[in-house]
């Protein structure tokens, strides 16, 4: 989490002060190499991944500051035009690793940024659909949560055919993200020592019986406990009294 957080740091930076330059037209170079129209983009990339790669590693040689993990029509909700929804989690974490793995194979002494990439779903949004906005929020903030877990610097929302939907989109990435990122300093305490000590620890001051560590594990460290219940109120956490 802290990796990824410094990275979304030196994104904003850089595209700030300097020219960001982004990969090219994924869609139309993977239907030459054989995607048929029709097709799921993301069922298509896992099954010819080294199509992909190779896609990308051109991009970075030709100057690409960023890639677009593959995850254009990665919501639930597309996915399950072709029958695929509940491989939603199994999809996104496989098509970020795809672009990591090229990043890592371009060898490139560039620091280069691995994209979430957001689309539209194709739903109509009340009152015009059915779809109530709040829904359409929840809906990308799954992409958008499976997509920090797998490692992505940050987001690109692009192809939109509705200023609402695209707004939708805006709203799942900045309370996500707010929320991971409001979570940082208690994921950090949890990890200040081998676990399970802290996770045992938490339980503990919590009011949860958990049983003694076993050996060689020792108790936590006076200082890390007090920073992990101090974080854990923080967080809203109740503790025993």
């Known amino acids: ?78 996915l399950d035009e072709y029958g695929l929804g509940a491989k939603q989690r199994e999809y996104v974490g496989k098509l970020v ?15 280069i940024y691995v994209l979430g990439d957001i689309s539209m779903t194709g739903l109509q949004i009340q009152p015009l659909g059915t779809m109530p906005f709040e829904e359409l929020v929840d809906i990308y903030k799954e992409q958008v949560t499976l997509s ?19 707004r939708a989109a805006v709203l799942a990435v900045k309370e996500s993200c707010d929320l991971q990122l409001k979570a940082l300093p208690l994921i950090h305490a949890l990890f200040s020592e081998v676990n399970p000590i802290p996770v045992k620890k938490a339980l503990n001051l919590m009011g949860k019986e958990v049983g003694p560590l076993r050996g060689p594990l020792s ?20 503790l025993a009294e």
């Open 1 to 78: 989490m802290r990796e990824a957080y410094m990275s979304n740091t030196e994104l904003r930076k850089q595209i700030q002060e300097d020219f960001f330059i982004l990969d090219g037209a994924t869609g139309s170079n993977l239907q030459k190499a054989g995607m048929k129209s029709g097709e799921c983009p993301e069922q298509w990339i896992l099954n010819h991944p080294d199509i992909f790669i190779d896609l990308q590693k051109k991009y970075i040689e030709a100057g690409s500051d960023a890639v677009y993990a593959p995850t254009f029509t990665s919501t639930r909700v597309k």
């Open 97 to 111: 690793g795809l672009s990591k793995q090229a990043v890592e194979e371009s060898r490139t002494d560039r620091k």
């Open 148 to 166: 920090v877990e797998a490692g992505v610097d940050g987001f690109v929302i692009e192809t939109m055919m509705s200023l609402q939907e695209a």
């Open 219 to 238: 108790e936590m460290e006076e200082e890390h406990a007090a920073k992990l219940a101090e974080e854990m109120k923080k967080f809203g956490i109740k």
